[in-house]
């Protein structure tokens, strides 16, 4: 049944010649196709071909725990020299900054001896005492501790000691750094900043100081003065509140998510324009004021940012086979 009084179509030769488009690679697969199925009937030719379907299938699975090593040496890469994910945890930069955004940090360009400048917007180690170090004991089991343990090295999930900020450079080392002047504003080396980028309602500063930047150390501060626990808060520390140059872990160059607040993070002019301390009298630096102790805090500690990794795809290469059985 099935081919009774259907008139039998004979297969093509061997050495037909090559149809369009075809190519010799082609031609010869075809020609060996049908020289290993020469006397077989339809059933057995099935039968070759799904046995050759079910070792394209488990020749698939064997590759993919390679192709998973790949993506997690791609990922431990970008992660460590590359780029670095960041999720914002706080409002202490808002609005350029907000809760739940993921900024990309550049730290490829310090290895080329690029030196912060005002108006950087960093991510650092937190200098000693920034953040709450307290951690509540994690209750996960001895396996999912090793396994987050992995993760975290690798940067897919955020460490249980992490401690990095993210704040806005302000003053670099040899700057002055004061605030306020008769008109309410932040002044680098005399020079009054206007500062477009604070969150709205926003004072420069309610608390007072003058500080010089000791040589590779930075003075950092949020865009959301009035709740950002930044170097004005911790002048009584070690540093006078400025922190180390070695501590930076990047600058954020880019909000990429959510979609809606993508934009890139570029150096205000009104702070990347200024003049060098060097190229400043000494007479016009405003060098009258100590740097009190603070009296207004700020707000709580600061939450740690949460890392993650630029996502990493792996290549995969895939090989046709066109009609011919894999090798055994």
Not at 89 to 114: H, I
Not at 263 to 291: C, I, M
Request: aromatic share 4%.
């Amino acid at each position: 049944m099935g081919s009774r009084g259907r008139e039998r179509v004979p297969e093509p030769a061997a050495d037909d010649p090559p149809g369009p488009g075809e190519t010799d690679r082609d031609d010869a697969g075809r020609g060996e196709k049908r020289r290993r199925t020469a006397g077989m009937g339809r059933a057995e030719r099935r039968r070759i071909a799904r046995r050759a379907a079910r070792r394209r299938k488990r020749s698939y699975l064997r590759e993919l725990p390679l192709v998973g090593g790949v993506a997690l040496v791609v990922a431990l890469l970008l992660k460590t020299f590359l780029l670095q994910v960041f999720v914002i945890p706080s409002a202490s930069m808002e609005n350029t900054l907000r809760v739940g955004d993921r900024v990309v940090v550049d730290k490829l360009t310090p290895w080329f001896g690029k030196d912060y400048r005002r108006g950087d917007v960093v991510v650092f180690k937190d200098p000693g005492h920034w953040l709450d170090t307290d951690h509540e004991k994690s209750a996960d089991g001895p396996v999912t501790r090793g396994v987050k343990r992995v993760f975290a090295f690798i940067g897919l999930l955020p460490s249980d000691d992490e401690g990095d900020l993210i704040k806005r450079v302000i003053g670099v080392g040899g700057d002055t750094v004061a605030c306020c002047d008769d008109d309410g504003r932040v002044t680098v080396n005399g020079t009054p900043v206007d500062e477009p980028y604070l969150a709205p309602g926003n004072l420069p500063s309610q608390i007072p100081f003058t500080v010089t930047v000791p040589p590779g150390r930075l003075w950092v501060m949020g865009d959301h003065r009035d709740v950002s626990a930044d170097s004005r808060v911790h002048m009584a520390n070690p540093g006078g509140g400025t922190i180390p140059v070695g501590n930076v872990i990047g600058r954020a160059m880019l909000v990429v998510w959510p979609f809606t607040h993508v934009h890139r993070l570029p150096e205000p002019p009104s702070l990347s324009a200024l003049p060098d301390a060097a190229d400043v009298p000494p007479s016009s630096q405003n060098l009258g004021q100590s740097a009190p102790r603070p009296v207004v805090q700020p707000g709580p500690e600061e939450p740690s940012l949460v890392i993650g990794v630029a996502g990493a795809m792996p290549l995969a290469v895939r090989r046709w086979r066109r009609g011919v059985p894999p090798r055994r």
